[in-house]
């Protein structure tokens, strides 16, 4: 079964500091993945997308990874801002087709 | 460039009454999704259309649903009647790409609308 779990579900961090948020899926046949942001009260935002052959890429403060092998993405973000308060969700596209597999997302709350 | 719009914003509304939900995509995406979002279980695919058909309506809970889109520009999501249970939040996305060019898949979400059914 096509499945993408994040975690962890929730995490708070003083501003300034540094995180990382995982993803990990079983979709097949891979297409892309991709990772969103979303303010409270608005629509997702993609941040970024990561192919099959990428292992790494950055977006300013945003950094993701790609592990086809191990089929797990990461996002790390550097000196977190206040603006930064927001769900992350990973998104995985099957190949040869429309379907998204998406995951539950992250809740990150930057501290002041 | 006006991004996906949705109205209305917010729609309370009591149990048993007609709910529409209305989406203009961006100009030039052939791809319209609905999705509802709810805390317990995130973001669902409600109905998918390709070049105005519906392609995959398979994630619409019941024939209380409904959704057309008689155009490429406007797209609408009906409940009747509606129900508690159906209290999310509805969004609508557009993209370019269809059933077998997917392309990058990034989706383009409007702001959403907010449905409270009491």
């Known amino acids: 079964k096509n499945q993408v779990e994040q975690s962890p579900q929730s995490l708070i961090i003083l501003e300034g500091k540094n995180c990382t948020l995982q993803?990990?899926?079983?979709?097949?046949?891979?297409?892309?993945l991709r990772w969103y942001k979303q303010d409270t009260g608005r629509g997702p935002v993609s941040l970024t997308i990561m192919t099959f052959s990428e292992n790494t890429k950055s977006n300013g403060r945003y950094t993701a990874t790609l592990d086809a092998d191990t089929k797990q993405s990461s996002l790390h973000i550097t000196a977190s801002q206040l603006s930064d308060s927001a769900s992350y969700i990973c998104v995985v596209s099957v190949k040869e087709g429309y379907q998204l597999i998406w995951g539950a997302g992250t809740k990150l709350i930057i501290k002041p | 460039d006006a991004g996906v719009i949705q109205s209305p914003r917010h729609e309370v509304t009591e149990m048993g009454q007609e709910v529409t939900l209305r989406c203009k995509p961006i100009s030039g995406h052939n791809s319209l999704f609905w999705y509802r979002q709810t805390m317990m279980r995130g973001l669902e695919l409600l109905i998918y259309f390709n070049n105005n058909v519906p392609i995959d309506d398979s994630g619409m809970p019941e024939d209380r649903f409904s959704a057309k889109m008689p155009n490429a520009s406007f797209s609408t999501l009906k409940i009747q009647p509606s129900e508690p249970r159906d209290s999310a939040v509805y969004f609508c996305a557009s993209s370019l790409g269809g059933q077998a060019q997917w392309g990058t898949g990034e989706l383009f979400f409007g702001e959403g609308s907010r449905l409270t059914v009491l």
């Open positions: 993803c990990n899926y079983t979709v097949s046949p891979f297409s892309n």
